[in-house]
């Protein structure tokens, strides 16, 4: 069965840095193309950013060049480095599994982890 | 990156269909046929119900279903239940290994 437990999230102040994860099993993370997607409270999803099983990276013109996707697959765990932080990254983010053969959708979602940006 | 536009809220009975609309433009919406539909109960994380503009996941019901015309996909619910009362999200390719989000549509069964 697959299994998406994101942590780390939590109170940050503007301009501070946090890194959530997203730990996976049922599934190995290198081998699938990983996403990360938020959604601001009372609001609807926003996709932010993926990386894929040949390593390629992408980002949401919204986090590009504050947040950072990697991953550890000796670990097989998902990450988000968030830098830079804003009022406006305020969210619950999710990790979402790519789908085998269903383009640029999300099959499997984790329950998601608060980051709340605020002094 | 723009969000895609889709109705507020939508409402119908038990029994009834309903129909979702998601526009986007031609370099979105219009230009793949990477359109997915997700359903989200209060509480709980997205659901994929459709995805590849009218494909079903193993499990989601056949009452599901999905169409596209131009700029425009749509997302049919027929044969209206309690439990499908939610948000429903659609979500376009755009290009650039990119993909974007509709603002989102409250359905109330009535």
């Known amino acids: 069965e697959v299994q998406l437990v994101e942590s780390g999230g939590g109170l940050v102040q503007p301009g501070g840095s946090l890194r959530v994860s997203c730990a996976a099993s049922?599934?190995?993370?290198?081998?699938?193309?990983m996403n990360w997607v938020r959604q601001a409270p009372g609001k609807g999803l926003e996709w932010v950013s993926v990386?894929?099983?040949?390593?390629?990276?992408y980002y949401a013109d919204s986090v590009k060049g504050r947040f950072t996707i990697s991953r550890d697959n000796s670990k097989n765990t998902l990450y988000l480095q968030m830098n830079s932080l804003r009022a406006e990254d305020t969210a619950v983010y999710y990790c979402?599994?790519?789908?085998?053969?269903?383009?640029?959708?999300?099959?499997?979602w984790g329950q998601g982890t608060l980051v709340t940006v605020s002094s | 990156q723009s969000a895609l536009t889709q109705p507020r809220s939508v409402s119908g009975s038990p029994g009834q269909s309903v129909t979702i609309s998601c526009t986007g433009t031609?370099?979105?919406?219009?230009?793949?046929?990477?359109v997915s539909w997700y359903q989200q109960h209060p509480g709980e994380a997205p659901k994929l119900m459709i995805y590849?503009?009218?494909k079903r996941p193993s499990g989601v019901p056949d009452r599901f279903s999905g169409s596209k015309s131009g700029n425009t996909a749509s997302l049919t619910i027929s044969g209206l239940q309690a439990d499908d009362e939610a948000d429903y999200y659609c979500?376009?390719?755009?290009?650039?290994?990119?993909?974007?989000f509709g603002g989102g549509t409250k359905l109330a069964v009535l």
């Open positions: 979500c376009s390719y755009a290009g650039r290994y990119i993909v974007i």
């Open positions: 049922g599934l190995t993370v290198s081998s699938n193309y």
């Open positions: 031609s370099t979105d919406v219009g230009g793949y046929n990477y």
């Open positions: 979402a599994k790519g789908g085998d053969g269903y383009n640029f959708a999300f099959d499997f």
């Open positions: 990386i894929y099983s040949g390593g390629n990276i």
């Open positions: 590849d503009v009218t």
